[in-house]
């Protein structure tokens, strides 16, 4: 639970998170490069902890786009981005119930969280809001956040068990891949650098400059990354 003192300081984080969002979701370019970008240039403005942060918020929408835009609808507060923000910390355990509670009765007029949090169990676990007449593709499409084009070829080309077990597939996390900046480094020497630093990481079987870690790992905080000899990239955008 934020103390006084931290209300402003998660008021800021979430702000600038907000802001992130508004400029990297009508984005043409592939949302890690672009945030990976920015990082970059505010290196020494940005802890590892907000980072991280950030990312984590803004992967999470990204994962979660339709199915938070529903609830921000149900909780009357649609497309804001602070709203949105702060739904994403919350499902990606960012912030807990008390926090998420606190900030939303100190950033806003009203206590729109006291909607929410009866059904917060439900919401955790992918539970959508109370909508009025949808179709089960309808529902398939939000809590996974895939479109209704896709949804409606898929049902209709495999069925709809089939489409939710591969929907669940491509919901889950993806490996954490990076590629190197062939302008300071090699990949072989990143790599092995990597590797010396207690990192297991291999080689991409699809890209020639990336690398994929084994498990996640907190890479902003990394000096090779401050030191921009790679970016976080997945390897289809490489």
Do not use: C
């Not at 600038?16 to 020494?44: M, Q, T, V």
């Not at 994962?63 to 499902?91: C, G, Q, T, Y």
């Amino acid at each position: 639970m934020p103390t006084e003192s931290e209300i402003p300081i998660l008021k800021n984080q979430l702000a600038i998170a907000a802001g992130i969002w508004k400029e990297i979701e009508p984005s043409p370019h592939p949302a890690d490069r672009w945030l990976g970008n920015y990082f970059h240039r505010y290196r020494r403005k940005m802890g590892s902890r907000d980072r991280r942060f950030f990312s984590e918020i803004i992967y999470g929408l990204f994962r979660n786009k339709m199915f938070l835009k529903a609830w921000s609808a149900h909780l009357e507060i649609p497309e804001d981005p602070f709203a949105l923000v702060v739904l994403s910390a919350l499902l990606e355990e960012l912030i807990d119930p008390d926090t998420f509670r606190d900030t939303v009765r100190a950033l806003w007029r009203w206590d729109w969280s006291a909607k929410l949090l009866p059904r917060f169990e439900d919401f955790k676990q992918g539970a959508l809001p109370e909508i009025a007449d949808l179709s089960s593709e309808e529902i398939l499409g939000l809590r996974y956040s895939f479109p209704m084009w896709l949804v409606e070829r898929w049902t209709a080309a495999y069925g709809e068990e089939k489409t939710k077990a591969l929907f669940e597939i491509f919901h889950e996390r993806p490996p954490l891949v990076v590629r190197t900046n062939p302008l300071k480094t090699t990949r072989e020497e990143l790599m092995a650098r990597l590797k010396r630093g207690g990192f297991p990481v291999s080689v991409s079987p699809i890209s020639s400059m990336g690398l994929v870690f084994k498990e996640r790992a907190a890479v902003f905080n990394l000096e090779e990354f401050t030191e921009g000899l790679f970016e976080v990239q997945d390897a289809g955008s490489q």
